[in-house]
């Protein structure tokens, strides 16, 4: 064992097993799906899934997610991997835990414990590049720590103030008599929470001087969940060279580009992806790139049609723009990926209903364009299917808005060029 540092090994993958719950309200597929959402956020991570624990309960379990068994198991299965020399890196629940929950948990299990939203803000951290966006995570990370924090002390048990070489500057100014080494990192953090605050802030005030200086341009803005091919639909749209990837999260930073199509000059912008159980006060934190989706003329909602589970998809991105107060504006439904669709043909005499695993791509369509009218469109980003029809209905989308927000607009008629 001791030799194992010595051991240079290629590149090694951190191991992670998986935890979800079965209750009332998420039956065992959905919990399986959110399991497989939960390991592909953990690869984009860069850990390797090696195994997946669930438990049936009614609800989860105050103290430590699971039940006292459960734990066990996971326990019991962590030492025999690691007795055949296969560390296991971290356990990541599916869901958000309490600190009460975390410090049992890595009490009884001694790795690493991380939750959804955990997993998600590291993910956030690796991918951020710009000083905007580097902000908000930071802002966000704290956030989620600060309410945790106790867990990272109690186990040096400082009480009574004496917390010597560790203080820092201007500490021992700061702690009154009896204070905790605890409460001394909580007002470090909320200091530097309330300069990341300002700072966002000014950033905000500087972007949004730069939206009012864009001119009178319709603003339409790629929105849906994570991976659907937004990034890839705006550089067909903008001919641009926005990164876009098979992992998750690809976007954080909202990319701006003028379009133009016919003529017709329009803003069009490409925005961090939404997905399932995401906290709150993350989207808060993405308040100043979220901005671009609040102001904007309409809305190019992307859907990835191959994903089993896309119909949910569509309602946590509509309830996501409800919460950051996008509601209600004019909206196309694009549904991407045309070409990865898939279903299960029934056999004729297969008298059993019909399924939603048994739709056709036209049974699809049919029933989506009952629902939306002339508000949807299905194409393909990757093979370029459908993208002239989707330039027209987004143009003739744009045009009754330009004129309707601009009427005396000559910038609409006389030809544009760039
Ligand atoms: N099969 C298929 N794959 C596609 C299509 N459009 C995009 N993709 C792939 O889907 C993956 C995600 O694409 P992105 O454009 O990065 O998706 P995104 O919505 O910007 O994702 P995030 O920025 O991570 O939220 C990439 O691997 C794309 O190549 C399509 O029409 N068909
Ligand atoms: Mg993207």
Not at 40 to 45: C, D, K, P, R
Not at 264 to 271: K, M, N, Q
Not at 277 to 297: I, M, N
Not at 383 to 407: A, C, D, F, I, S
Request: glycine content about 6%; hydrophobic content about 40%.
């Amino acid at each position: 064992m001791a030799m194992k540092e010595f051991v240079i090994s290629e590149a090694q993958v951190e191991t992670a097993v998986l935890v979800g719950l079965i209750t009332k309200t998420q039956d065992e597929r959905k919990t399986n799906e959110y399991l497989d959402e939960l390991a592909f956020l953990a690869e984009t991570a860069g850990a390797e899934v090696v195994k997946r624990f669930t438990q049936k309960l009614d609800q989860a379990n105050s103290v430590t997610y699971v039940g006292k068994g459960k734990l066990d198991e996971i326990k019991q299965y962590i030492k025999e991997e690691e007795e055949a020399e296969r560390e296991i890196g971290m356990v990541i629940f599916d869901d958000e835990l309490s600190a009460k929950q975390i410090r049992n948990i890595e009490g009884e299990l001694k790795v690493k414990i991380l939750d959804r939203t955990s997993l998600i803000l590291d993910i956030f951290a690796m991918r951020a590049q710009t000083a905007n966006a580097k902000t908000q995570v930071e802002l966000a990370q704290y956030k989620y720590m600060l309410p945790r924090l106790q867990r990272l002390w109690t186990h040096l048990e400082r009480q009574g103030g004496g917390s010597g070489a560790g203080g820092g500057k201007g500490s021992v100014g700061l702690r009154g008599p009896g204070e905790t080494q605890l409460e001394m990192d909580r007002r470090i953090i909320l200091n530097r929470m309330s300069l990341l605050k300002e700072r966002l802030a000014e950033i905000d005030k500087q972007k949004s001087t730069q939206r009012k200086n864009r001119g009178r341009l319709i603003r339409v803005a790629l929105v849906g969940y994570t991976n659907v091919g937004k990034s890839t639909l705006m550089n067909l749209l903008a001919k641009s060279e926005v990164f876009a990837e098979n992992k998750l999260f690809a976007t954080l930073d909202t990319t701006v580009r003028k379009v133009i199509i016919d003529n017709l000059p329009f803003l069009l912008s490409d925005t961090v992806g939404f997905i399932r159980k995401l906290p709150t006060d993350l989207v808060d934190s993405f308040k100043s790139t979220l901005d671009e989706v609040r102001e904007a003329d309409l809305l190019l909602h992307v859907v990835d049609i191959s994903h089993p589970d896309f119909e949910e998809q569509i309602e946590v991105v509509n309830k996501t723009l409800a919460d950051i107060g996008a509601a209600g504006k004019p909206m196309i439904l694009v549904f991407n990926k045309i070409d990865a669709y898939t279903y299960v043909q029934k056999a004729e005499d297969d008298l059993t209903p019909r399924t939603k695993e048994n739709l056709t791509l036209e049974d699809l369509m049919r029933t989506w364009m009952a629902k939306m009218e002339d508000s949807c469109i299905f194409i393909s980003a990757r093979e370029k299917t459908n993208l002239e029809e989707l330039k027209t209905l987004v143009y003739k989308r744009v045009r009754e808005l330009h004129v309707q927000k601009y009427p005396y607009n000559d910038f609409l008629y006389p030809t544009y060029d760039e």
